[in-house]
């Protein structure tokens, strides 16, 4: 089975600068997607930036980034210029091919605290 | 409508009560999923419909939960006898296509669900 690890809980940001989140994950698998997904006090899940395992360019959007070590199975979010909205729970998800199902297996989540 | 509807947003129930949740999935899509968000954990999968048929019910904690899509478009979940442990946020997301090579999923705002 597939798994994914979150083991930062909490982070804190100054507003403009950097911050990197991390997430491993445990699959057998050798084509899947990764997923990092913004979940504001609204509820509703929102989706930051994707990666396919078989790229090896990291994804890149705007000010986010991920750092994407597939043989260490290590998938880092870096947000730049941090923004007050940027504040929310973020979830590392991992998504497998069909023999795996469609499901979406997320993380524990990191819950970021951006500071004025 | 322009993204996927949950309703009730809240729901509070007496233990043993039925409840019915509500999905409006984005016009069109074939994919559309359920997960149940424990507080302050990961939303973690329970079913998922392509069109009516219902493919994966492998996450699905108990008989007590049951999940149809009819018609291929509004889901319902069902979850019967409600127990204290079912208190969560249930999320509905949907995705054009299947599989995740050209799509993403579009995730509702959720119900959360209070067992008293």
């Known amino acids: 089975a597939q798994t994914v690890t979150q083991s930062q809980p909490e982070m804190s940001v100054q507003e403009a600068e950097t911050v990197t989140l991390s997430c491993t994950y445990d699959t057998s698998e050798s084509d899947y997607y990764l997923f990092w997904y913004k979940q504001p006090p609204s509820r509703q899940m929102i989706l930051v930036i994707r990666q396919e395992a078989y790229k090896q360019q990291n994804a890149t959007e705007n000010r986010f980034s991920v750092n994407f070590q597939k043989a260490a199975k290590s998938f880092s979010l870096k947000i730049s210029d941090s923004q007050l909205g940027d504040a929310a729970m973020y979830f590392c998800a991992y998504a497998g091919t069909e023999t795996s199902g469609s499901r979406l297996t997320f993380g524990e989540g990191t819950q970021l605290t951006v500071n004025p | 409508g322009a993204g996927v509807s949950q309703s009730p947003r809240y729901k509070v129930a007496k233990r043993g009560q039925d409840v019915a949740l509500r999905c409006d999935p984005i016009s069109g899509h074939v994919s559309l999923f359920w997960y149940q968000q424990a507080l302050g954990q990961g939303p973690e999968f329970l079913t998922y419909f392509q069109n009516e048929a219902q493919l994966d019910k492998s996450g699905l904690p108990s008989d007590r939960f049951f999940a149809e899509r009819p018609e291929g478009s509004v889901s319902t979940l069902k979850i019967q006898r409600t127990q204290q442990e079912d208190s969560a946020v249930y999320l509905c997301?949907?995705?054009?296509?299947?599989?995740?090579?050209?799509?993403?999923?579009?995730f509702g705002q959720g119900t959360r669900l209070t067992v008293v």
């Open positions: 997301a949907s995705s054009l296509v299947t599989g995740w090579l050209n799509t993403e999923a579009f």
